[in-house]
């Protein structure tokens, strides 16, 4: 059964407050005015815009300011019907206005209806002029005029002056005129802020001045009228406040063209449009329901809430008829829309629409005397429906401090509720006209009786003192939820308004809050493997072209421009749409919307780090300081997540507002998710022949340092093993290696199993499944074109990085490392300038660390110069035959043997010219080719052998001969200084005959000598002639060494005569100490030695031991028989004779 005496039946709402009016919906409709009620503010507007059909007045450009849902609509409305033909009207509206007292006659203008959005004025002025020409043209031809107005020529949207339109407007008025269709035009834009927003945002679209040509034409516009009336929600200078301090002057001066009506109705004409609005029946008042709202409306009225010039019998006897609202509601319910209403909430959407906990929800309970809707009731309504809002401005409502103290009380103690939500509004207002007086939270709650009041004002001393919920701060404070705070945060953030102006420039103050984390290909790195990133760079308009050169380590970029206004946007697009960027592949160009828009959140976010810098107060205030903060990070939020809006790049789902350029042409990018669909295109594109390696170990920019140590291992592997399956790996085991093996070599084709065995190879085409063909061809290209110069290891890395290869960092020396071992025998390398004999894998590793110290040659030979190579080859090879022509099979021989050269070798110069030249060519040798078929010819002294020179067997042969004598003889110069040695050793001690015999005669006088020795390097001399341990060689060399404190190796050729002089030195001192030591008794004494001895006359002696081996007896015994023989002529001249001769042979051995 329906419930017949709900609040809601007492209600006859009108159908014109059901909906807001809409100017031009509404203009042909009759009803749309019927119970409109004409104010007195209203009808003094009326008056002032009437007094401007004066043909001498001026004042015909009028704005009309008031806060939303205060009727200025309707108002307007009114005015248009005024000042047309007044047909639309009701009667009372139409005699609101005498215009015989006011002077003038009755107007007939043509209305132009404007409702305003964000788009251009003039295009939208012109559209709204046509359709009123068009509807009051019906019958007949229509004017030119319509076609020019819907089809303007000339200029593009945007580059208009304001001129045309006014030239258009004022043809207009001439054509009302003289047609006598009307006296002129009357137009009315509603919702003007949305033209002034547009214009703040697009200054250089210069629309601001078109409302000043306007002004001033309406001012000047004489017999023809020309009324112009704007509609706002608050003054220009709030919609100019972010714009430069020189555009607010002049944004000024423009609002100055237009007369001001404030469209402010009191608190007293208010409660009776809320009355006229309900339209209450009197009659169906609950019993006693009137008599109780005369009476709180008077205790509202003696509280000052309506104002000090409140007319009480006006309002006592309007009370009843706006059941059930309590009339203290009604001065909060106007100050709580003034402060925090929006478009879709208006007073009349509060009382007329089903929003939670809004009136009409409110009136579906029965129908009571004291069925009142009070302020808790306007809490809940408040919360639900400003709470979002009322919390990003905290700082001018305390409303998170609010709203904390109400949510967390018990929701069961109901009285203490309502008294919490009571003070918890008011404070939301802030405002002295409402003060929070003991008497008004009575009032408020429930004053229905003695006993009710006296409740009331009890529990709320218990919440003052019993449960310190509420706080006292005087009389002139009243009741609030928080106690006393020193700081005003409101009156700071005033302060900062006035100290920190809109930014001129947006641009630097954003760029370090974009983000600007690489963008990664996705769909492009799945396919291939490769890991490709464009770096994003967020640059002003004016510093494109530098952008472009800037140095990058990326594959692409992104380059967004940041475009203050709408002039450096054009600029912008036709940078991104020029020849310049036709040829840039690499890089995507986006254009946003000037950065206008963002100029109040910016300058929001400079104003709470001026408040938070500048309040040195907030340091004894945490609730202060812990707002300012909050409203700081707030503020930064909002303004992060308008910046995505703007210019943000990873919005995946929603829309982009880019405009997208790449090659010079605008291409459609609508989300994130295309933005990187795009960014693979163009790597695919960029690099076709790019390896696919499936591995995130090695196929990437940098390694970490465990896949490089993988990565080096790996290469020694395929330096040393690529004859073995797996490269020798176990099978069993799984090294990170391994699977760069799998994944790269194997899997790429590689490293296959072949007809001569395993071997790495470069796949064919039809089986180059992960493409690594082409880049290893193309560094064959590059080496070959060359022409046997050497190049650097950093240019064959960067031609693999370049397109279309676009090879990793990490993957380029594994390729080279698989490009030396296929081109084994044609590659040489060089380590700073110097030919490495061999490559391994602690060469590759120094090539990694440092690859701008290495280069590589490619090696082939031709013509003559394979007759050299195979003539060589023999020679150096003489069991071999050459697989195929490898010129390192014999520069790396001969560059290995004069590396092996003794060092004597390498400075001697007892060796032949031609052998030194070739010594000298091997040892400097830093190319191959160069060396082989340049430098060793002319050090043989023959001519070049240039690559394309006919076969030449004589002059080869005759080169091979030379360079085969100087290298024996180059590998004979050491053991030649050795049997020199062994040679002056021998004539030195007069031991002729084989070195075995000789050597151990020495030791047997050694021996006997070292029993008696004492001085140091005669015994040390002494052990060495002793020595029978070591070879010939080994002991010559030793011998060496310690007469010339240097192995002979090293000896230079002056060593040589220095040991013959220091051997002989030290075999006279041993020769001497032998002499005194020898004893007939002694071993050596018998047939095969004795000591010879004479003594001259002036005292002088020479003596020598004399020592026989069993082969020179008979020879001693036949020249002993000679000289008996000639001794026995003369035995005493004989013996004397013999005596001086045996004298001067000792004396000629002893020097």
Known sequence: MLNTNRIANLFDIQKRFIRSTHLERDFDDHTALRGYVVTPPAQEGFERLLQGL?????????????????????????????????????????????????????????????????????????????????????????????????????????????????????????????????????????????????????????????????????????????????????????????????????????????????????????????????????????????????????????????????????????????????????????????????????????????????????????????????????????????????????????????????????????????????????????????????????????????????????????????????????????????????????????????????????????????????LVARRHYIETGNLRHFDVQFVPAAELQEALSAPTNADGQVIVALCETESERSEAIEFASSKTMANRKEVLTAVPQSLQGLASLVTEVQRWEWVLGNVPELNHDNYALEEATRQLAASRQVLTKRLQNYVGLRQFSETLGLEWFYKSQSVSIGTGRALLEKLSIVCDKLYPDAPKIQNELVNRHELSSAAAAARLRLIERLLQHSAEPYLGMDRATNPPEKSMYLSVLKEAKLHQDGPEGWAACIPGEDEDTRQVRPVLLRMQEVLEAAKGRRVKVTTLFAEMKSQPFGVRGGLCPLLLAVFAVIHERDVAFYEQNSFMKQVTGQEFHRLIKAPENFEVQYCRIAGVRTVVFEQLFKVLHPDKKPKSIDLLDIVRPLCVFAAQLPDFAKKTRRVSRTASSVRDALVRAEEPATLLFQTLPEACGCDHFEADAPPSPPKVKKFVERLRDSIEELRAAFPQLLQTMKDEFQTCFNRPGNMESARTEVAHSANRVLVSVKEPRLKAFCLRLADRGLDDEQWIESMGSFLCSKPPSKWIDNDLSEFEDELHRCARQFFRVESTLFDEKSELAGSQAMRVSITCQDGSEVDKVVRLNDGELKKVATLQEKIRLVLGEDSRLGLVAATRAIMAQMQGMKE
């Open 54 to 518: 004066n043909p001498k007045s001026g004042q015909r450009a009028w704005r009309v300011t008031g806060d939303y849902g205060t009727g200025k609509s309707s108002f307007a409305l009114a005015l248009a019907h005024l000042l047309s033909d007044g047909r639309g009207l009701p009667q009372d509206v139409r005699k609101c206005v005498d215009f015989r007292s006011l002077g003038v006659k009755r107007p007939n203008l043509l209305p132009v209806l404007v409702t305003g959005t964000r788009a251009a004025l003039g295009e939208t002025l012109r559209i709204a002029l046509a359709r009123s020409l068009e509807e009051l043209c019906k019958r007949g031809k229509p004017p030119q005029l319509i076609s020019r107005l819907r089809f303007p020529a000339g200029k593009k949207p945007g580059d208009q002056d304001g001129s045309e339109e006014i030239a258009l407007l004022l043809e207009a008025g001439r054509f009302l005129r003289q047609s006598g269709k009307a006296d002129g035009l009357v137009i009315i834009l509603d919702e003007m802020g949305k033209f002034l927003e547009f214009a703040a945002l697009h200054p250089d679209r210069q629309d601001i001045y078109l409302l000043q040509m306007l002004a001033e034409a309406a001012a000047r516009s004489g017999d023809t009228p020309i009324f112009v009336v704007g509609l706002l929600h608050q003054g220009f200078h709030a919609y100019a406040e972010q714009l430069a301090l020189t555009t607010q002057k002049e944004w000024d001066k423009v609002a100055g063209r237009f007369e001001e009506i404030l469209f402010n109705q009191p608190l007293e004409q208010t409660t009776a449009l809320v009355a006229n609005a309900l339209n209450i029946r009197r009659e169906k008042l609950p019993r006693g329901a009137t008599a109780r709202l005369e009476e709180e409306m008077a205790g509202a009225i003696g509280l000052g809430w309506y104002g000090v010039d409140a007319v009480r019998h006006r309002l006592t006897a309007i009370a009843p008829e706006i059941f059930p609202l309590h009339p203290t509601v009604i001065p909060v319910l106007v100050k709580l829309f003034s402060r925090f209403g929006q478009n879709e909430r208006s007073l009349y959407s509060f009382l007329l629409s089903n929003e939670p906990f809004a009136l009409q929800s409110f009136a579906e309970q029965p129908a009571k005397a004291d069925s009142f809707y009070r302020l808790h009731h306007l809490y809940d309504f408040a919360r639900a429906a400003f709470g979002h809002r009322l919390a990003l401005q905290t700082f001018r409502s305390h409303w998170n401090q609010i709203e904390s103290v109400v949510e967390s009380f018990p929701r069961d103690q109901v009285a203490e509720l309502q008294i919490l939500k009571t003070v918890a509004i008011l404070n939301l207002m802030d405002s002295p006209q409402l003060l929070t007086s003991e008497d008004a939270i009575t009032l408020a709650v429930d004053s229905t009786s003695q006993d009710a009041g006296a409740k009331v004002r009890r529990l709320l001393k218990s919440l003052q003192q019993c449960k310190t919920i509420l706080y006292y701060r005087g009389a002139a404070g009243g009741y609030c939820l928080w106690p006393h705070t020193s700081v005003n945060l409101e009156r700071a953030y005033q302060d900062a308004r006035n100290t920190v102006p809109p930014p001129k420039n947006i641009g630097p103050l954003i760029r370090e809050k974009l983000e600007t984390r690489p």
